[in-house]
């Protein structure tokens, strides 16, 4: 056996004792009143156990705006950007309904303030919308991943101008938004290279379990979170280019 095959078996205890002390904070958490503030508490403890668990450690730069109000549009790479922006922002993401019916998680990130919609579903976009709104007039703010899909995150998909439109006052200019940049490196801030890039990117039909494995048998790694300029944009398709193009430009600046 080779000694990086040796190396990997400490990484996956600390990722068992790791995934179980989440579950025991997840336990109470779940249990607890929806207005509980022990809920919050709980939660940024079980985010920060879970991404620990994978050698993860996440470095801010710059800040976030009041969440209150602030619609937060990020890049998606992999699962493990919902702990990370679970941790730094108080927010809810906005996820496709298919989320809900994952064993555990859907239960943990429903609970957690994930609001998810069925784009498909027209009829259900009053709806959709309202929660949305509810989430956006309350303490809490929203993030939205306007990719519609994980990337590799070695640069950004189209973001998608349609995915804008569910959030209440975006196309009035009214929401407040503040684009996110996500970004993977070692922990000594060496880039990835594209293979390791790829074992990082939960993408398409990648089981969870073989991920996370892999994931927790790669080492260190640093999670890079970069709350951009807000943007003030009324029309929708604008709005969705120019945070399209704050994160393009951090990641070409990060190369």
Not at 129 to 148: I, M, N
Request: charged share 20%; hydrophobic share 50%; net charge positive.
């Amino acid at each position: 056996m080779s000694l990086d095959k040796l190396a990997r078996w400490p990484r996956y205890g600390r990722m068992a004792v790791g995934v179980a002390l989440f579950l025991v904070l997840a336990m109470p958490w779940l249990m607890m009143p929806a207005g509980w503030r022990a809920r919050r508490c709980l939660a940024v403890m079980a985010w920060r156990v879970l991404l620990r668990s994978f050698g993860i450690t996440v470095e801010v730069h710059g800040a976030p705006m009041p969440a209150a109000g602030t619609l937060y549009v990020a890049n998606h790479i992999s699962w493990t950007d919902i702990p990370v922006l679970g941790l730094v922002t108080r927010a809810a993401f906005v996820a496709k309904d298919d989320m809900r019916g994952w064993p555990l998680i859907g239960r943990l990130t429903a609970e957690y303030g994930c609001v998810f919609v069925e784009r498909e579903r027209r009829g259900k976009v009053g709806a959709q919308a309202a929660e949305l709104a509810s989430h956006l007039e309350a303490e809490r703010g929203l993030v939205l991943f306007p990719e519609g899909t994980t990337g590799l995150g070695d640069g950004v998909l189209p973001f998608r101008s349609s995915l804008f439109a569910l959030v209440p006052g975006v196309g009035e200019g009214t929401a407040r938004v503040q684009p996110i940049t996500l970004r993977y490196v070692h922990a000594d801030g060496r880039v990835f290279n594209a293979q390791e890039q790829r074992q990082i990117a939960w993408i398409g039909d990648d089981e969870l379990l073989p991920h996370a494995l892999t994931l927790a048998g790669m080492g260190r790694i640093r999670a890079e979170v970069w709350f951009e300029t807000p943007i003030e944009a009324g029309d929708r398709k604008a709005l969705a280019r120019a945070c399209e193009a704050a994160v393009v430009a951090r990641l070409g600046s990060c190369a």
